[in-house]
């Protein structure tokens, strides 16, 4: 199924019935659509953490009053995307992307998952919200040969250093260390497209 045959709308009222297109433990790294009140998709990065129990819950945070948030408790659902795209990344991680619809080409997989919020807290004057995901209905558009990527991983580091500069809390000049370093692992061990998602956090961060 591609992104444009999906459909937006659909009964969450059901239990889940459908499993996650992809073995999840510690934290997975993903991108999420959520519909918006101007009817586009926003892509954000999302972080998936599965229980320790192992009994395949998931569960995300949200940081702040962020579109995400605000989709969530508007519209109660979201397609979470698995992607290796590192531009494609950087992009939902740090700047306003939207689409007309909610699965990208480069998705690999993808579910659909209604969310409830489960717990909220501050930290560092940050509000957050936690939520459990619970997959609708999911895919797998493509599979590939997993192979261990220095410089993608390096680019993820980045955006989560990058989004949390100017962040009260946390401490500017060791972010801009970590920077560094992941900017070196690039140069050493990255792609042109990880060299290019690299620039793309520079453009959208206060590094």
């Avoid at 949200?62 to 659902?77: C, V």
Wanted: proline share 4%; glycine share 8%.
């Amino acid at each position: 199924m591609t992104g444009e045959e999906l459909s937006p709308n659909g009964d969450l009222d059901a239990e889940p019935t459908a499993e996650w297109p992809v073995s999840l433990s510690g934290v997975t790294e993903s991108i999420v659509a959520t519909l918006g009140p101007n009817g586009l998709w926003n892509l954000a990065a999302l972080g998936l953490f599965a229980a320790d129990s192992g009994d395949g819950s998931i569960t995300a945070r949200t940081w702040g009053n962020t579109r995400t948030r605000r989709n969530f408790h508007r519209q109660g659902e979201g397609y979470v995307l698995f992607v290796d795209d590192p531009v494609v990344f950087a992009d939902a991680a740090l700047s306003i992307v939207e689409h007309e619809v909610p699965v990208l080409e480069s998705a690999h997989a993808w579910a659909r998952v209604s969310v409830e919020r489960i717990d909220s807290g501050t930290d560092d004057g940050t509000d957050w919200e936690q939520w459990a995901l619970r997959p609708v209905e999911s895919a797998v558009e493509a599979e590939t040969v997993p192979t261990v990527d220095r410089g993608f991983a390096a680019v993820v580091e980045a955006t989560v250093a990058a989004s949390r500069l100017d962040v009260a809390g946390y401490d500017e000049d060791k972010l801009r260390e970590r920077l560094a370093y992941f900017a070196a692992v690039v140069d050493r061990a990255g792609s042109p497209r990880e060299h290019e998602a690299l620039e793309r956090v520079r453009e959208h961060s206060a590094w």
